[in-house]
């Protein structure tokens, strides 16, 4: 092995290296950038199966004859409470409220997928469409029970633990004749 690249210093050879490494006298490479990498190829294999496993979800939803709708994921809250929803009701006492929303519409974070889709049903049947199969695949937030509570440590500052639940979501709704046309 040689020191400093190729024009360094000879301290052995790579038989010596392993007979060291064998022995438990060290290791030439770095254990922890081993260990990072190792780490990192496990979470990038885990992110490519969740990609793969969401596509087949709306591979299968198309097939259904549902098509995907996007939405923002800030809504009104009023959405939620023209739901019918009692004020206890997770979805609206656990809103994520938005400090400085870019509009009055977007006061808070969706605790669901449905009051959007609901929206767009309206829509749609607002401009004449009979039959409505839509389905969104996305994330919804919702507000820690106990609040900031849980993320600050003993003496009030912020540990790595957000106050929001984040997770995936997915919703259908389905208005008018039971079968996709054709």
């Known amino acids: 092995l040689v020191k400093g690249g190729a024009t360094g210093k000879r301290v052995g050879s790579v038989t010596e290296a392993r007979r060291n490494i064998a022995c438990g006298h060290g290791s030439p490479f770095r254990e922890d950038l081993i260990t990072q990498l ?6 990038f ?3 490519q199966l969740l990609m793969t496993i969401l596509e087949a979800v709306r ?7 549902l098509s995907e709708a996007i939405h923002f994921s800030f809504i009104d ?3 939620t409470a023209a739901l019918g929803l009692p004020e206890d009701h997770p979805w609206r006492a656990n809103q994520v409220s938005v400090a400085n929303p870019l509009s009055e519409v977007g006061g808070v974070l969706r605790p669901s997928l449905l009051p959007s889709l609901l929206r767009a049903v309206a829509r749609n049947r607002a401009v004449g469409a009979e039959d409505v199969r839509l389905f969104e695949l996305r994330r919804v ?8 509570a849980s993320v ?3 003496e009030g500052r912020p540990t790595d633990r957000s106050p929001v639940i984040e997770r995936r979501s997915l ?3 389905l208005v008018g004749r039971r079968d996709a046309p054709g």
């Open 152 to 154: 600050l440590q003993a």
């Open 59 to 65: 591979e299968a939803m198309v097939r259904q004859g």
């Open 141 to 148: 937030f919702s507000m820690r029970s106990d609040g900031f």
């Open 77 to 79: 809250p009023a959405w």
């Open 38 to 43: 190792a780490i990192e190829q496990k979470i």
């Open 171 to 173: 919703c259908g709704v």
């Open 45 to 47: 294999q885990h992110a």
